[in-house]
């Protein structure tokens, strides 16, 4: 029985699967990279991004972390020791974990089933049709055979009730990625003492501080860092680069900016080829890019554009415009200081997931910290580093591991 097992065991079966994974001709990956450029429409460079950024962050050392960092030690999840207050208790499994993965991005259920295992419960991994959770659940069983039967991962249409209904009934947590509409249909079809974490929409910002902005030497340094977040994954996920605000009084000003993230993503689109895309999100980036030429023409913003509608940058689009969501389109608006930045995206009533940062070590950045609350912000983090959080990093501005355990206190 895998709730016998001490959990350092399942940690390392972890980590010995992800350290097989990060090779890119393992068979398990290569069928599953390859099911996934299909899936998403993603150029094979960018897949192996994913996986590769997924699998490194699984060390024993950094499962460990997240683990302690909820609970207190991971010796709660073994038997009654010292908890996040110090007293005995005990953090037994809490039965059966149901985790919905979304269709949009790569693996995004992954992280979640494995910390749920790591705290013994039973797993089912509803996944997207690409077989990344069949093919990395059961190396994980070959580092540790007593994992077998802990953990399922399967496809199915989303609202079949045969699967659904006697799965949902007998969840103890349900997780689930998704559109809003989608988390308010499962959490109506839960019982009520079924825990419910959803992750709904969200976007993710960034800001250019007048300190990275002193001369173009660090201004095209800036600009590498938004075009990689920009160009990874097409803007689909909740990490992905939607908006930039760059400040206004530096020897580099916002319009030079938008031309030199012009300039940077020529060069990473090389590295990050742009990836498939449908007629209607071809017309809706012609259709942006035209009305804002048209604006253009008026003399008011700009915009710069790479060949194929690979690329869009917006610059300073009218107030209250929200993000495009296009495959990497991004709005540039200049503004006074941080505080003005985090104004406008408020006002966008857009709930962000990621504030990006650069200079992230300069001074006034340390002032983001009570500004990002305003719009939902879980994450603080370097511009060019958005699309690759810590396994620890409080996604959705929750624990990440709390909600997989029943918690029983021991008093002496």
């Known amino acids: 029985m895998h709730r016998d097992l001490p959990v350092r065991s399942i940690v390392r079966a972890i980590a010995g699967a992800a350290r097989r994974w990060e090779h890119c001709d393992l068979p398990l990956r290569m069928r599953a990279q390859a099911a996934l450029e299909r899936r998403t429409g993603f150029s094979a460079p960018v897949v192996e991004v994913a996986l590769d950024r997924a699998m490194a962050r699984l060390t024993a050392a950094e499962i460990e972390r997240t683990l302690q960092g909820d609970l207190g030690s991971l010796d709660v999840l073994d038997r009654a020791a010292p908890g996040p207050y110090g007293e005995a208790a005990y953090a037994a499994p809490a039965g059966i974990v149901v985790i919905v993965s979304s269709t949009t991005t790569i693996g995004v259920g992954l992280w979640p089933a494995l910390l749920a295992l790591c705290c013994k419960n039973d797993v089912v991994l509803k996944e997207p049709d690409d077989a990344l959770g069949t093919g990395f659940f059961s190396a994980v069983v070959e580092e540790e055979p007593l994992l077998a039967g802990a953990l399922s991962a399967a496809s199915w249409q989303g609202g079949d009730e045969d699967i659904e209904e006697p799965l949902f009934a007998r969840a103890s947590t349900v997780v689930a990625f998704g559109a809003d509409q989608t988390l308010r249909a499962i959490r ?33 340094r800036a600009a590498d860092g938004a075009a990689v977040d920009l160009s990874l994954y097409e803007s689909t996920g909740c990490l992905s680069l939607h908006a930039l605000y760059v400040e206004r009084g530096a020897p580099v000003a916002p319009e030079r900016f938008a031309s030199l993230l012009a300039e940077a993503l020529a060069q990473r689109t090389v590295e990050f080829p742009v990836g498939r895309r449908d007629l209607s999100q071809s017309a ?129």
Do not use: N
């Open 188 to 220: 109506a079809r839960l019982p009520v003492a079924t825990r419910f974490v959803g992750y709904g929409h969200a976007a993710s910002i960034g800001i250019v501080l007048r300190e990275a902005l002193v001369d173009e030497d660090c201004a095209m």
């Open 284 to 412: 809706a980036i012609r259709g942006a890019r035209e009305m804002a030429a048209f604006r253009s023409a008026g003399g008011r913003g700009g915009v710069f554009t790479g060949a194929d509608l690979a690329w869009t940058i917006i610059f300073d689009p009218p107030a209250g415009q929200p993000p495009a969501f296009l495959p990497r389109t991004l709005s540039i608006a200049p503004v006074k200081d941080a505080a003005e930045a985090i104004e406008y995206a408020a006002a966008l009533r857009i709930p962000v997931e990621t504030i990006g940062v650069t200079p992230l070590q300069a001074p006034r950045a340390a002032a983001l910290q009570t500004l990002a609350a305003r719009v939902g912000a879980s994450r603080i983090c370097a511009l060019g580093a958005m699309q690759d959080p810590h396994l620890a990093s409080h996604h959705g501005a929750r624990p990440r591991v709390t909600d997989f355990v029943h918690w029983i206190d021991v008093e002496s």
